[in-house]
């Protein structure tokens, strides 16, 4: 019987091609999925410290604290306003003040 080697040669190197480029594609897909979650992880983890921040001056002084700039200087919070935009609202100094984290 008669086969035919470029034929089988062409076949296998069409399957291992179509293989590579699944398997980049679910790599890539696996990537963007691992770099939104932990972007919504640090923003959590940001509004968390912000939220803790702003308890804890009212904890203390019995006030919340005007802005966020207050925070940083006086309670030394550290916010990456490099990758997110911290937005911190106070209407009254009884009241706690509304924060929001976003991605830049």
Same mark, same amino acid.
């Given at each position: 019987? $008669? &086969? %035919?080697?470029?034929?089988?040669?062409?076949?296998? =190197?069409? @399957?291992?091609?179509a293989?590579?480029? !699944?398997?980049? /594609?679910?790599? *890539?897909?696996? /990537?963007?999925?691992?770099d939104r979650?932990?972007?919504?992880?640090?923003?959590?983890? =940001?509004?968390? @410290?912000?939220?803790?921040? @702003? !308890?804890?001056? $009212? @904890?203390v002084?019995g006030? $919340?604290?005007?802005?966020?700039?207050?925070?940083?200087?006086?309670?030394?919070?550290?916010?990456? &306003? /490099?990758? *997110?935009?911290? &937005? $911190?609202?106070? *209407?009254?100094?009884?009241?706690?003040? =509304? =924060?929001?984290? &976003? %991605?830049?």
């Amino acid at each position: 019987m $008669y &086969t %035919d080697v470029k034929k089988t040669r062409w076949r296998a =190197i069409a @399957a291992v091609l179509a293989a590579a480029t !699944l398997l980049a /594609g679910l790599v *890539f897909l696996l /990537g963007h999925y691992a770099d939104r979650d932990l972007g919504e992880e640090s923003a959590a983890a =940001i509004y968390e @410290a912000v939220r803790r921040s @702003a !308890l804890q001056c $009212y @904890a203390v002084e019995g006030v $919340y604290p005007p802005d966020l700039a207050y925070l940083e200087e006086n309670y030394g919070l550290q916010v990456n &306003t /490099g990758d *997110f935009h911290v &937005t $911190y609202e106070a *209407f009254a100094s009884n009241l706690p003040p =509304i =924060i929001r984290v &976003t %991605d830049r």
